[in-house]
């Protein structure tokens, strides 16, 4: 679902709905924004699984030290502007700009072990203004989280 009137009026999309990664260096280049960076609960969440069941967390039996390197590859490739990285707390925040009316979409990558080995990724994308992102932030992750098996050389 990404078709205009089609998408849920939601303007924050996370791989998880129940503990999404919280915005940390963004904060200060939100104080003027129209939407809060604090995540909607559940009746966002519950709109976002309906639209796209498909965006979940990524796990990888890659370690968080090369997963990290393969986040900031991916961000630096993406064009967006790299805000926060914080490799010991398995954060790098960033800031997309989008292409026609130069608005401002901040997302947070957070990096977690895994029981025994392996990374999960967790991907948060948020406005700072309007009610509706028409599903921008969906595509967003979408991308990233395909880019980022390509360059770790996954599938899953």
Do not use: C
Not at 2 to 29: C, E, K, R
Not at 37 to 65: F, H, K, N, S
Not at 85 to 97: N, V
Not at 129 to 136: C, E, F, P, Q, V
């Amino acid at each position: 679902m990404d078709a205009g009137s089609a998408v849920p009026p939601i303007n924050d999309v996370t791989t998880d709905t129940h503990d999404p990664p919280q915005f940390v260096a963004v904060l200060p280049l939100r104080k003027r924004a129209r939407n809060p960076p604090d995540y909607g609960g559940e009746p966002v969440a519950i709109l976002q699984r309906a639209a796209w069941p498909e965006i979940v967390p990524m796990e990888t039996p890659v370690g968080r030290v090369q997963v990290h390197a393969a986040v900031r590859t991916v961000v630096a490739g993406s064009g967006w502007a790299l805000i926060g990285d914080d490799e010991r707390a398995g954060r790098i925040e960033a800031t997309a700009t989008t292409r026609w009316w130069r608005f401002k979409d901040d997302l947070v990558i957070r990096l977690r072990d895994l029981p025994g080995a392996g990374t999960r990724i967790d991907v948060r994308s948020k406005s700072r203004i309007g009610r509706n992102d028409l599903g921008a932030n969906a595509r967003r992750i979408r991308t990233f989280l395909a880019d980022l098996r390509r360059t770790l050389g996954t599938q899953r």
